[in-house]
């Protein structure tokens, strides 16, 4: 959807990237990385100051303790923080439960390791899931949940109750959640974040996956860290030393100013997008979108059926051609792409002037 919206000269609303400038002190901070001739090869698990300073975010945030020394892995982002932690623990044959819709990567995450997906579905307008529809995706074959909250693509938070049921099933069948929690500080009219792994019986069987991308707007400096137990840590490291060696040494001592901003930074990240949030759902519902109100992360589902568009795919085609407006269409983030085929998703990590360029064109629709 981005090369076809540069293709276009299209407003992208399609993928998850601000176009604002990242904060002054993370560049600032990049930049004397560099000139301080940090410039060589981190050790392979993440430097040792950026390994400190995650752990010490944590234990700040969540009163979590990780030892940087056995628990901490610095990767290429949650991207890769994903693909190595799966391939750390899937064997082929392996089931693994993913709810639907996803954040696309996890399909075929799963299927490079040879493992098969189980779906269960995240129902529209709450995207709640049914507690007997998720026991029976999990089986012997279970090896693990993929779990994202703050949700993307529906901006769902998942709450302690629903955390606690899957933290049940997980313990039951004897399976690890991995979670992606790169939406972890962006959440709304009050939503908490709770890591899965906080809760009792999941220190061991969880496998937290973050990044610097959202949290801090910089989503092309490809930092992201993987806590695990040792035991998981051990083979994360070994997996993730072949992928990719390591990632950019001069802006993890970037990630060290990043993860050490106060406070207020967060408070600051949440409120700003809350605000966009409402601009462009007003925008949305004004051109006749049905929208499903984010609680977290940076963008809306909607429902598109008002239009009578045969599809999600044609619809996103005529928005980008015709209106100069990128979006997803919906069933990409489905494996059953019928059940996505009247959602689209639009994203608002953007400056008001394009959020307020792309109000005036999604009028014309
Ligand atoms: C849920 C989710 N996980 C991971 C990523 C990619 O993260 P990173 O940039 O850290 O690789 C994205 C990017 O949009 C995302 O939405």
Redesign the pocket.
């Known amino acids: 959807m981005t090369r076809l919206a540069v293709r276009h000269g299209a407003i992208n609303l399609a993928q998850?990237f601000p176009d604002f400038p990242a904060p002054a002190a993370l560049k600032s901070a990049a930049s004397e990385a560099i000139d301080a001739d940090i410039n060589q090869y981190a050790i392979t698990w993440g430097s040792k100051p950026f390994r400190d300073a995650i752990a010490a975010k944590y234990q700040r945030t969540y009163g979590m303790d990780f030892d940087p020394e056995r628990e901490v892995t610095v990767c290429c982002?949650?991207?890769e923080g994903m693909i190595a932690s799966l391939l750390a623990v899937l064997d082929p044959g392996d089931e693994v439960v993913l709810f639907e819709p996803f954040?696309e990567?996890y399909g075929p995450d799963t299927q490079l390791c040879g493992a098969t997906s189980r779906y269960v579905k995240l129902q529209a307008p709450d995207w709640t899931f049914d507690p007997d529809e998720l026991r029976a995706a999990f089986s012997s074959r279970t090896k693990a949940i993929i779990l994202?909250s703050p949700n993307?693509p529906t901006g769902k938070v998942f709450s302690r109750e629903e955390l606690e049921c899957i933290a049940r099933l997980c313990q039951e069948f004897d399976c690890l959640a991995i979670t992606?929690e790169?939406y972890e500080h962006i959440l709304y009219d009050g939503t908490v974040h709770v890591p899965i792994m906080s809760l009792p019986g999941m220190r061991d069987r969880s496998i937290l996956v973050n990044?610097m991308?959202k949290t801090y707007s910089v989503?092309g400096w490809?930092v992201?860290w993987v806590l695990a137990s040792p035991d998981l840590t051990d083979s994360i490291r070994k997996v993730h030393d072949f992928l990719t060696v390591g990632a950019a040494a001069p802006l993890q001592q970037a990630g060290v100013t990043a993860l050490s901003l106060p406070d207020d930074y967060y408070t600051h990240l949440s409120t700003e997008y809350a605000a966009r949030r409402d601009h462009i759902v007003s925008s949305l519902e004004r051109a006749g979108f049905t929208c499903f109100i984010p609680d977290g992360a940076y963008y809306v589902m909607t429902d598109i059926s008002a239009f009578k568009y045969v599809d999600d795919a044609s619809f996103v085609r005529h928005l980008i051609t015709h209106l100069g407006v990128a979006a997803v269409p919906g069933s990409s983030f489905f494996a059953h792409t019928n059940l996505g085929n009247q959602f689209v998703r639009f994203c608002f990590c953007k400056k008001y002037e394009t959020l307020e360029l792309a109000r005036q064109q999604l009028y014309k629709l």
């Open positions: 998850g982002g949650a991207t954040y990567n994202n993307n992606d790169i990044s991308s989503t490809r992201g």
